[in-house]
């Protein structure tokens, strides 16, 4: 997307948002003839400073503006509501909680409605500022390309596929390699290129030619940088590599690579860590400390066994850690090769409420203190699922780069429990992929939420 229109479409909705949940506080109080000189009214704007604080903890928990989200009406429709759901939740409990006998529980209540009838009206806006920015020619790139090979055309239709606010004005290539008919204009010829680009004002030159196949291309891109033009080359590397990948360098040198990985950076992992270390010892002091006795207890009465299930699993770089449980199943010896199912007859009536209720996985938090696990991260499988599933996805693997984790990517969007078929597979391999290119603490601290909600709401398919 264009830099420019994602920032202006992003500061846009950031404002308007905030504005109608000030507007929706204010016309409430109004409404009510609330006294702004009264002391009384400094309850209300306290309880507002709140309100603004929570929605931008809300909108970082859904990455509401991120560019993948805005650039699309129903996902941001949908992530805006959501959003909204979230933030009403937290408010309700802090009003109720709290009892601020100060507020008025009808005028807290009329905001909150009035604050999501602005949500809804802003959204109705959307197409119309969207289709507004779109329409503002300081906010367009005008690119030319030059070269008019299959590189070329398919720049040409990802630029008309997926970007935002890019003129593509026409290509520029030598008469005698121009061979077929295009729907933009093809300017000759390659020595031309700087006046092609004064004359239609161009902001963004792509070179699909490269200075080792056409010496002028080194002029041009000299040229370019003193007309204020950016010049970008666009290298044909589909005889080396067949998919994306990211480009490094060590000084002079060129690396590429199939990802990027924000977890290879070493003030990351140290970040990471120490979110680990902090949460999980507090959860080792103030819950494990009392839970693991009490349900110990619990599982002895329950059924004859171990009070922990310990389990060999596939962990970082491809090695082995036992991964510590509640047990939750009669002592069976299929443990180690059949994943739990629906039903399962194996599973103790405690062991289902355990599972339900994500108890079971308590104990991972000493994994996680020991460092063999991380909060966040794709789930450890056992040994014998790793062999088989690697051998369904290529990538498989790949998410082993990571620490396993209590929680991941894949977790919060709906894929845990029973795996049925390859599909399913292929589907949480992609999420912790992203996952793996994607880390961020914030994101880190967004499925730590989610996932904590989920938990409260239950999940059908914890069993």
Same mark, same amino acid.
């Given at each position: 997307?264009?830099?420019? @229109?994602?920032?202006? +479409?992003?500061?846009?909705?950031?404002?308007?948002?905030?504005?109608?949940?000030?507007?929706?506080? @204010?016309?409430?109080?109004?409404?009510?003839?609330?006294?702004?000189?009264?002391?009384?009214?400094?309850?209300?704007?306290?309880?507002?400073?709140?309100?603004?604080?929570?929605?931008?903890?809300?909108?970082?928990?859904?990455?509401?503006?991120?560019?993948?989200?805005?650039?699309?009406?129903?996902?941001?429709?949908?992530?805006?509501?959501?959003?909204?759901?979230?933030?009403?939740?937290?408010?309700?409990?802090?009003?109720?909680?709290?009892?601020?006998?100060?507020?008025?529980?009808?005028?807290?209540?009329?905001?909150?409605?009035?604050?999501?009838?602005?949500?809804?009206?802003?959204?109705?806006?959307?197409?119309?500022?969207?289709?507004?920015?779109?329409?503002?020619?300081?906010?367009?790139?005008?690119?030319?390309?030059?070269?008019?090979?299959?590189?070329?055309?398919?720049?040409?239709?990802?630029?008309?596929?997926?970007?935002?606010?890019?003129?593509?004005?026409?290509?520029?290539?030598?008469?005698?390699?121009?061979?077929?008919?295009?729907?933009?204009?093809?300017?000759?010829?390659?020595?031309?290129?700087?006046?092609?680009?004064?004359?239609?004002?161009?902001?963004?030159?792509?070179?699909?030619?490269?200075?080792?196949?056409?010496?002028?291309?080194?002029?041009?891109?000299?040229?370019?940088?003193?007309?204020?033009?950016?010049?970008?080359?666009?290298?044909?590397?589909?005889?080396?590599?067949?998919?994306? @990948?990211?480009?490094?360098?060590?000084?002079?040198?060129?690396? $590429?690579?199939?990802?990027?990985?924000?977890?290879?950076?070493?003030?990351?992992?140290?970040?990471?860590?120490?979110?680990?270390?902090?949460?999980?010892?507090?959860?080792?002091?103030?819950?494990?400390?009392?839970?693991?006795? $009490?349900?110990?207890?619990?599982?002895?009465?329950?059924?004859?066994?171990?009070?922990?299930?310990?389990?060999?699993?596939?962990?970082?770089?491809?090695?082995?850690?036992?991964?510590?449980?509640?047990?939750?199943?009669?002592?069976?010896? @299929?443990?180690?090769?059949?994943?739990?199912?629906?039903?399962?007859?194996?599973?103790?009536?405690?062991?289902?409420?355990?599972?339900?209720?994500?108890?079971?996985?308590?104990?991972?938090?000493?994994?996680?203190?020991?460092?063999?696990?991380?909060?966040?991260?794709?789930?450890?499988?056992?040994?014998?699922?790793?062999?088989?599933?690697?051998?369904?996805?290529?990538?498989?693997?790949?998410?082993?780069?990571?620490?396993?984790?209590?929680?991941?990517?894949?977790?919060?969007?709906?894929?845990?429990?029973?795996?049925?078929?390859?599909?399913?597979?292929?589907?949480?391999?992609?999420?912790?992929?992203?996952?793996?290119?994607?880390?961020?603490?914030?994101?880190?601290?967004?499925?730590?939420? +989610?996932?904590?909600?989920?938990?409260?709401?239950?999940?059908?398919?914890?069993?």
């Amino acid at each position: 997307m264009n830099r420019v @229109f994602k920032i202006y +479409l992003q500061a846009t909705f950031i404002i308007i948002d905030l504005a109608m949940l000030c507007i929706a506080f @204010f016309f409430t109080t109004h409404a009510y003839q609330l006294n702004y000189f009264d002391n009384e009214i400094l309850f209300y704007f306290y309880f507002i400073c709140i309100n603004i604080i929570t929605w931008f903890i809300c909108i970082i928990v859904f990455s509401l503006y991120r560019e993948h989200i805005i650039i699309e009406f129903e996902k941001f429709t949908k992530r805006s509501f959501q959003t909204y759901i979230l933030w009403l939740s937290i408010n309700l409990i802090l009003f109720l909680e709290f009892k601020i006998q100060q507020l008025d529980q009808k005028i807290v209540l009329v905001y909150f409605g009035l604050f999501f009838l602005g949500i809804a009206f802003n959204r109705v806006l959307y197409i119309g500022i969207k289709n507004y920015y779109q329409n503002k020619d300081f906010l367009f790139n005008r690119v030319i390309i030059i070269g008019y090979n299959t590189v070329a055309t398919k720049l040409a239709s990802y630029f008309e596929e997926e970007t935002v606010n890019i003129k593509l004005i026409g290509f520029v290539e030598n008469e005698q390699f121009i061979n077929q008919i295009s729907h933009y204009p093809v300017f000759s010829d390659i020595r031309d290129t700087i006046k092609i680009a004064r004359e239609n004002k161009i902001q963004e030159i792509y070179s699909t030619i490269s200075p080792k196949d056409n010496n002028e291309i080194y002029e041009i891109m000299s040229f370019a940088e003193k007309e204020c033009i950016r010049f970008k080359l666009v290298p044909n590397l589909n005889a080396f590599v067949n998919k994306s @990948f990211k480009v490094d360098f060590i000084r002079d040198l060129p690396i $590429l690579t199939l990802r990027t990985e924000p977890l290879e950076d070493v003030g990351n992992k140290i970040l990471k860590r120490a979110l680990d270390i902090i949460i999980s010892s507090l959860v080792i002091v103030f819950i494990l400390s009392w839970l693991i006795p $009490l349900i110990a207890i619990l599982i002895k009465l329950n059924s004859k066994g171990p009070v922990f299930f310990i389990q060999q699993r596939t962990g970082k770089n491809n090695s082995i850690f036992n991964c510590l449980k509640f047990r939750t199943m009669k002592t069976n010896a @299929f443990s180690d090769k059949i994943q739990a199912t629906k039903h399962d007859d194996r599973i103790t009536k405690l062991g289902a409420f355990l599972r339900k209720s994500s108890l079971d996985e308590f104990p991972q938090f000493i994994n996680v203190f020991t460092g063999e696990m991380s909060l966040v991260g794709p789930r450890p499988h056992m040994v014998k699922h790793t062999h088989d599933y690697s051998e369904i996805v290529d990538e498989y693997m790949t998410r082993l780069f990571l620490k396993p984790g209590i929680t991941g990517w894949a977790q919060i969007n709906g894929l845990r429990g029973e795996i049925k078929n390859d599909k399913e597979v292929m589907l949480r391999v992609s999420n912790d992929l992203w996952y793996l290119e994607n880390w961020s603490i914030l994101l880190d601290i967004k499925i730590i939420i +989610l996932t904590f909600f989920n938990i409260i709401k239950g999940d059908k398919k914890a069993y």
